[in-house]
Every structure is written in structure tokens, then in C-alpha cells.
DNA sequence: TGACAAATCAAACATCTGTTTGAAACTGGC
DNA sequence: GCCAGTTTCAAACAGATGTTTGATTTGTCA
């Protein structure tokens, strides 16, 4: 059944053709999703038996699982979010948050395939979703409020920091998840994957502006309201 | 094979078990996708036969397609996008279309089920998007785009005014797409669909903002660089 | 009522799916 | 060269799915 290794004799077929399984794998997800995806179709792909998947990973959800895995690791590693760098300005350090959060889901380099499947996996989830938000998503939801604090100020109350924070992550996954419709509505416009920078630089153009409008905003009114204030929800 | 009735004889039954069909298969579809729902499932629902539906619709396909067709003409029926309301100022125009929007795709009153299916049809689109973009999505467009140029002067580029469309709706997308993500990452704060007033307040807010910050530029922008300019709003 | 077409139904069909199985091929160490 | 253990393979299995079929019921009109 599983395969048990002896200590020291690891035959390397066995790691290639979990590799060509992995990568086939991975390519297929993206392309139709994990429950339209068909093991034979992988294991054609990956010039391997239709036994090889159950025979390396278990079962199909169990690839599935490290395939999310493999190209969430791969796509933060390419695309690192910016860790806090103090010595940017916040609304740097904003803009470099949003061009890598582009990247990794749209960039062609990585066949837009993290993105695809990102997406797939939030419209219809399968049970790797508390994974992959535990350990790939909330951090980077974290680091994302973490900036939305030093650029509205540390009074901001929470639920403010969340809708701006949503506000950002929306313009940016709209390009990945409504790709469809938006090559049907412009299809004179270039592919959004070849205009990475652009995108990003409206995106933040447009977020910022917004923000330093929220700053303001909020500001005068706690200045008005209330003379101290902490913490809601 | 399909159903053919004498002119004048139209049993009733006929259009009962229909539309008990398409309310089933609404359901259906909403919560597992056009690919993962069972015509077995969906007649249960309806108190049907299995045969009901090639019988009543011919397949899977076609009652798909009534059923997206359906819905999008009940969610727009009962949020109309502010069609051109000229007494409107051009800010309150873009705060009703943002809230008809958010509606439309999240309204509980309409159990999210136009959002959901949209949502799906984007990741994996079927034979039925082409159409739905035609008659639905494309108008919509076309009225936010009008919405931006007016926001922004009849001068700005085709490609800004597309930009900037894309994040007002990337906004409003983004709490239909990622429901799921948003649950597991706040399950603190109340759900989406009991707060759309407040949603729409923010995007609106947050959008106007960037949105005013565009035209000022832009307008900064051309009068350095042409000779002869005149109103921006 | 009786006949006729529309509508429903249970059953079967053909196909595709993930998974299992038991044998064959391969590998490295003796 | 042989053997134990690992890996591959073709074939089969069990279940689900969309669709078809042929009989049966239902409703209507003459």
C-alpha cells in the first residue's frame, strides 16, 4: 500500500514520477479544478499508470492537497509579500504588498496557476481550505492590516482596517477571478498577465488615494467624537 | 421527445412541475455548480421524475442556461441598476449603482443565489457566459463606464475609465467571490450579506475618494500638457 | 364514455469516475 | 544470478451520472 523506504535504498524513479504526478497535477487543477480534474488525465500527463496517483499519494485529495500546498509555497517564495520593511514609507510598502500579491497570482511565469486555483478553491471549497488559510493566507491578511494601520493611524478601529484592507484585495483578485468576463468585455485590450506593472500601479494609485481620503476623514471625526477610543468587535 | 401541445389544451401540470424544475434547479446550482449538480438531486428537490428534466428542457445544458437566464433577469428586475438618472449628482449615481450591485449579487432575499452562480459561471465558465455577457453583463458595463466618465471628464482615456470601473467592481466582487475566506479569517464579525448598507457606504466612500484624487490629477495632468481645456466635472 | 395525446414513471443503458488488485518488471545487495 | 522489496502495469470493480425507453397514468375533447 503506502510505500515504506528502506533506510537506504531510494530508488529515484519513485521520486521522479511523484514529481511528474506533482507537476501534471498541478496543471490540470488549475485548468479544470479538483473535482473535474481526472486521475487518468494527470496520469497520462505525467506518462504514468492510473495507479500511480493512489500508489504515491493515497487518494486523489491527498495530491490535491500537496499540489495547493507546492504551489502556495513556490508562488510566496517567487513573490515574497514584502516582511515588514521599516525602512520603506507605508505607502511603499503598501504598493509592494499589492504588486507581489499581483505576481503571484497572475504572473505567466507561474502560469497564473496559484491564482487559478486560489480562486477555484474559494468559490467552491474543498476541505484543503483551512490549510491553506491557516498557514498562507492569514499571514499575508495580517501583514495587509498591519500596513493599513500605519497608513490610517493606530486608533483605526478594526472593522475599518478590515473594509479597506478588502477593498485593496478585491481590485486585485477581480483581474484572476473574472478573467473570462473581462477578456469578453475588452477584447481589444492587452491580457492583464502582460500588464502586471500597470495594473499595479493603478491599483495602488487608486487604493491610496482612497486611504489618505480615509485618514483624514476618520481622524476628525474620533477627534470630534469621543476623546478616547479603543478597540470594537 | 419535446413537448408539443394542442393550441388550445395546455395542461397545467405541464407548467407547474417546469417551473418547480427551475426553482429546484436554481438551488441546485447556486450551491454545487452546474458540473457537480445531479439532474437526481435537482428532481428530488422538485418532487420530480428523473426523466423530468430532458423531458421538460431536453438537458442538463439547456435548463442551466434557463436557469442563469432566469435569475439574472430576476436580480436585475428587482435592483435595477439606476438606469440614467440625470437628476442625480454624478457621486449619488455611482453610490446607487455600487448598492444595486451588491444587491444583486448578495441580497438574502434572494438567497445569493444570482452572485453564486455568477461567481461560478466566472472561475468556470460554461457554454452560457457568452450570452449572459451579451444581454447582462455587457449593459452593466457599458452604464458603469458612462458613470466613470462623468466622474472623471469626457477627456479620460478609454483605458483609465476601464481601470477605474474594474476597481469599483473588484470591490463589490470580492464579498461574493471569497465568502469563504472572508468566514474563516474574520468569523467574528457579522456576515456580509446582513450588512450590505454598510458595505456599499464604504466602497462608495473609498471609490469617490480615489475617484476625485483621479480627476484632479488627470485634470493637472492635461492642462500641463495642452493648450486649451475647459470643465472637468 | 372512450380514445388520444401529453405527462409521468420505474427501469435500464452507456459512460465515466476513483480505487483496488494481483501479477509483472525493476532495483540494489548478497 | 538470485532474491526481497519497491515500483509499475493492465485489468477489473463499484458507484455515480446523464440520458433513453417503453409502459402507465392523467387530462381533455368528441
Redesign the interface.
Request: charged content about 15%; overall charge positive; some cysteine.
Given at each position: 500500500m503506502a510505500p515504506r523506504h528502506h533506510p537506504e535504498a531510494v530508488p529515484e524513479s519513485h521520486a521522479a514520477t511523484r514529481q511528474a504526478l506533482l507537476t501534471a497535477a498541478a496543471d490540470v487543477f488549475a485548468e479544470?479544478?479538483f473535482?473535474?480534474a481526472t486521475i487518468r488525465d494527470i496520469c497520462r500527463r505525467a506518462k504514468a499508470n492510473v495507479a500511480a496517483v493512489n500508489y504515491h499519494f493515497g487518494d486523489k485529495a491527498a495530491l490535491y492537497s500537496e499540489v495547493l500546498a507546492e504551489q502556495s509555497r513556490v508562488a510566496r517564495e517567487r513573490f515574497p509579500a514584502a516582511l515588514a520593511a521599516p525602512e520603506l514609507s507605508p505607502d511603499e510598502q503598501l504598493r509592494t504588498f499589492i504588486r507581489s500579491f499581483l505576481q503571484r497570482v497572475l504572473s505567466p511565469e507561474l502560469h497564473a496557476r496559484h491564482g487559478r486555483i486560489m480562486?477555484?478553491e474559494?468559490?467552491?471549497?474543498t476541505g484543503a481550505?483551512?490549510r491553506l488559510?491557516r498557514e498562507a493566507?492569514?499571514p499575508d491578511?495580517e501583514r495587509l492590516l498591519e500596513i493599513m494601520r500605519t497608513l490610517l493611524g493606530p486608533e483605526t478601529p478594526p472593522?475599518t482596517l478590515?473594509?479597506?484592507g478588502?477593498?485593496v484585495?478585491?481590485?486585485?483578485?477581480?483581474?484572476c477571478?473574472?478573467?473570462?468576463?473581462?477578456q469578453?468585455?475588452?477584447p481589444e485590450?492587452p491580457a492583464d498577465a502582460s500588464r502586471l506593472d500597470e495594473?499595479a500601479e493603478?491599483?495602488g494609485?487608486?487604493?491610496l488615494?482612497?486611504l489618505?481620503?480615509?485618514r483624514t476623514?476618520a481622524t476628525a471625526k474620533v477627534r470630534a467624537n469621543r476623546p478616547a477610543r479603543r478597540r470594537s468587535?
Open positions: 479544470v479544478g473535482r473535474n480562486a477555484r474559494m468559490v467552491d471549497p481550505l483551512d488559510v493566507i492569514r491578511s472593522a478590515r473594509l479597506c478588502m477593498s484585495v478585491g481590485q486585485i483578485l477581480f483581474y477571478h473574472c478573467q473570462p468576463v473581462i469578453r468585455l475588452f485590450a495594473l493603478h491599483i494609485r487608486f487604493s488615494a482612497a489618505h481620503h480615509y476623514d468587535t
